[in-house]
């Protein structure tokens, strides 16, 4: 963490004090840190957070892009990078994030209640889901999650060789 630090120009005014105070933001937004506190902390609105994390989501993505094509052993951590900039969340929070109609605080909430994964959301049921989501958003998640099962399983038997069509 000492490689972080670096003496502060004496002509850098006001465009590294914006630097600084975008870099807070983003990263109070990374640690969950509520949209209203971020707003008041920082004295900005809703909408210039969201455009804040829109701008930097963008980059991220760009950079995964590029990872792709010319350091492909980055890709996966910049991936990481991407969903928890676009989402504002911790990392414990990326295998729920990745279901539709899960954001970052339906996230939290099933995380806070022990569910911290696909496996988990699986094995708590419809009915524990739906006590800490909502009985109608918990009936989407597992119709998505039986969905992505049904894929899987049928994926193998629509699946041929290249000399079929040769």
Known sequence: RDDL???IPWDAGEGFDRSLKTALLLSDWADEVGEDVICERYSVGPGDVYGMVESV???VHASRQLAGLFA???KAPI???ELRTKHGIKKELL???RIRGIGRVRARRLFNNGIDSIEALREAGPEKVGKVLGQGIAAQVFEQLDGVRDEIA?????QSTLSRFG
């Open 57 to 59: 989501a963008w980059l």
């Open 154 to 158: 049928n994926a193998g038997e629509e």
């Open 79 to 81: 991936e990481e990078m």
């Open 95 to 97: 295998p729920l994030i």
């Open 5 to 7: 630090w670096m003496e």
């Open 72 to 74: 492909p052993h980055l």
